[in-house]
């Protein structure tokens, strides 16, 4: 290959990356997503989940919502069977979604379940996130569906996204202002 | 007519009409259209790969022009000229039209969000509220009042009271509540709602500090309500408090004015809030669109210029091909216009021009074939044919001239044929010539006798003037034809025929003559006395020693006129020289004789005894002329000589002697022709005889420094043995019928 044209291809990707750069990609203000604690108890041949986690809001994601864009939260619950050798596969998901939006006449924040449909008010988002940081006797699996000789764990995170339309404006909302937040994942042997 | 498109065209357009499904997408997408929402990510990205293919596309294009133009490849300049033009071209409306939209977007959605609009917006939320606040605290007033109401009326009666109070109300619903939050009755407007809202954490809250809870909450779809809690007096201690909730619909004028200016409110700030994303988002959205038209227009540029300049660059090298003489490049037709119509012309005019030069090379193979057998003709000839132009320039010789000159004539060829005047032969030759061509004869032969250092040769010479042009020769062909070995061979036939008749006339009768004259002493010498018989003996012994004499020539004649078959093998004649001189190093010999011997010098076929009897011959005659000289010395030398036509070995035998005679040294080899008071006179003439017989030559020539020398050529390859034996035999044959 000649020089000519290996500074021609590099010319290219700069152009692409100068495309991108006027865009201000700002870090994350506060916040902390976070699971403090999870743990499972069979109860009448049903696992149930019981968590707490701590959700605070960054600064960025706070603002969004008070700008009356709303938030989605997402409580991911998996299910693996544990092998030695191979990858664990999933065994079950469950996907606990809530709809956090701000009412300005009311001054009160609402979150709705976009599971079950209910929806309950909030005079803040700190004690609306803290109900449903709470999560107690949530129902996972069946103990008749698992195998008796195998070992599972249950995995659990909390992710919050901006929730715009329509979505180019989220990606870019999202390269802008950083206001999408996770939790990691938090894992423990299902009992 | 429908023309096929190639699949690089075919490939071109659908890359065109994805393009711009791209770019139409993505133009949709920006303008909040919720149908193409999710393809938004993938329309940029697909965008810009396709930026990014075409931006390597033209950088290739770049890279082979600047390649072609640094070397001077043709129409790479008309190419480069054209791009350059074809991008101003597009760049300056694109870059005008970039900015004032540019522009445009950033003034026209900052426009959107005016300050009063925005400062109109939070009266009007200020407003609502503050209207609902007056609302709210009366509808807590009236539950209140329903509480205690309430509280005085009797368990069993609870569901009808409420029944009535909500309706009195305007309430949509009105639940008591226990301890724990039990509920204890309710009443709603809504016969599907089977559980009735519970007061939330914060109401409770409120509630255990003993104050009432008022507040606005959105509740479902049933739009905004006023919930309102208020505790039931508790007139006797011990009995659990208990608490009545009220939920109000703000409906009617009111509620709808608030849920208008709750939308309109909440979706200004949602705007505001994305105002900076909107405006990238367009703004990139418009770069990308004006970026792949542009490289989009750049590439065109290159293809379109390329296109363009393909067929004239197809003509300068097509011209270039010509220059080189290659008259076989065709150029393709491009589209039927003037270019096509050049190009056209083009390929007629190679077509014709490689004709042409087709029937000139047939004609040239042609004459190349009539010159090659021509030249055939003569290498075969044993006549010397030599052809020269009005300048005396050698224009042809074939090799048998090389031969009778001794001359090699390829390097003199297109040169003056006096550039060999060095050798003898051709000053003389040439001399000749030049008499006639002054003489104005056109076509004359002669025969011609020049004198060199190897003796007398003898030529008969013809030459004809080639046809004129313009009255002025265009040249000679000179035929010649050597007659000296011809002459020598009638010569020795001669000898040879007269020494035969010798032998056989005179040697017969000798033998009686000598018995008679020896019979004659014997029977008559004894009858005489003293001076009688003294006579007589000496006349009888006079006789029979003159006859013996006679003998001895006539011995020599007969052995001159013999010819036995050679019986060839292969000898080294180095070491056949030294071991016949051998026998002549003694005290007695009155020369010193001294060996010059080439080591190079191959074995060769020959027949040993007959070259034995030259060199005996040769040291014989050597010693014979140094009789009487003091520091008599004779040296015999040997060499290779490696000649154009042949390769022969040289045998030089060379005394320091008087020498020969001038006048007689032509003739050294013709028998009775001797300068020494005793001998035959045949010696020299049989050593040339038997080098004949080998195929060779011999001659005899004064040295510089005194003495003479005879030289023997012997050929040292068979094949050139074998054609100087057919040659002699030859000359041998029309000399023996010229002496018969």
Redesign the interface.
Known sequence: MTNSIRWARMGAVMLVLAMLAPLPVRAQDGGRFAIRSAYSVLRHGVYYLNANMALMLNQQAADALDSGVPLVLKIQIELSRRRSMLWDPTVATLTQSYRITYHALSRRYIVRSLNSGRQVSYRSWQVALEHLGDISGVPIIDASLLEPDEHYDIHIRALLNVKIIPTGFGLLTSLFYGADQSSDWYQWPLR | MIRRLSPTKILMSIAAVLLLAGLYLLAR??Q???AF??L??WL?LFN?AA??VL??LI??H??KL??QYRRHAPGSRLTARLVGMFVALALLPVALVYYFSVQFLDSGIDSWFDVRVEQALDDA?TL??RT?DVRTQELLARTQSMAEQLSSSPVTQLATTIETLRQQSGASELTLFGRNGRILATSTNQPTLVVPSPP???AMLQLRRGLPYV??????DLG?HIRAVALLPSYMPGVPQRYLQALFPVAGRQGSL?QS??AA???Y??L???R???K??LI?TL??VL?LGLLAAVWGAFYAARRLVAPIQNLAEGTRAVARGDFTRRLPMPARDEVGFLVSSFNEMTTRLGEAREVARRSQQQVESERAYLEAVLARLSSGVIALDSDLRLRTANSAASDILGLDLGRYLDKPFADALEDPFVAQFLDLFKRHAEAGDRHWREEIAISGATGRRILTCSCTSLPNVRDNAAGYVVVFDDLTTLIQAQRDAAWGEVARRLAHEIKNPLTPIQLAAERLSQRYLERFSGKDAEVFERATYTIVQQVDNMKSMVNAFSEYARTPKLELQPVDINRLITEITELYRGNDQPFDLKLELDPTLPAMNVDSGRIGQILHNLIRNAGEALEGQGDARVVISTRRLRGTTSENAEIAVADNGPGVDAAMLEHVFEPYVTSKPKGTGLGLAIVKKLVEEHGGTIRAENQADGGACVRVLLPINERALVRSLLRVARRQKPAETGGA
């Open positions: 997408t920006s909040n259209s919720a929402d999710r938004h990510v940029l810009a930026a990014l931006l390597i950088a290739a770049l890279v600047v390649l939320i609502s509220r609902l939330g954490d914060e507040s606005l909450d959105p509740i479902g905004l608030a200016v709750q409110y909440t979706r700030r949602e505001t809030y994305l900076k994303p909107l990238y988002s990139l770069s990308l970026l």
